[in-house]
């Protein structure tokens, strides 16, 4: 299974690096996690714009609520989940709670 993993992984990371320059950083995420089947990172931005970005910025550094870079998937989820600070919980929930959080924890590397 790991090496199926490795491998999977691997091609994710050839096809991203020798594609024609036009791919968004989006897409790229997309890939890299689509080959594990973990989570739609996709969807997961689409969930952050409709129901996050309005507080916590588009460029995720905050927009009247505090930003949301260099978090782990779980602090993210933990907060998507619970609620944080002001931030109430249960706005996102289900699988689109665990797609915005892989979105966020990926989209906020620094």
């Known amino acids: 299974m790991k ?3 490795t491998v999977l992984l691997g091609t994710s990371l ?3 690096a020798c594609g ?15 080959s594990n089947g973990s989570y739609d990172l996709m969807n997961g931005e689409e969930v952050y714009v409709k129901a996050c970005a309005s507080c916590h910025g588009g ?5 009247g609520a ?21 931030m109430p ?11 915005v959080s892989a979105w966020v924890h990926e989209a906020g590397k620094e």
């Open 20 to 34: 024609d320059g036009n791919n968004d950083t989006n897409e790229a995420l997309a890939s890299e996690t689509a």
């Open 66 to 86: 505090g930003g949301v870079t260099n978090l782990t998937y779980e602090e993210v989820l933990d907060a998507v989940v619970n609620g944080s600070g002001i």
């Open 89 to 99: 919980a249960g706005l996102v929930t289900g699988s689109d709670a665990e797609d």
């Open 14 to 16: 050839l096809i991203a």
């Open 3 to 5: 090496k199926l993993i």
């Open 59 to 63: 460029d995720l550094r905050g927009a």
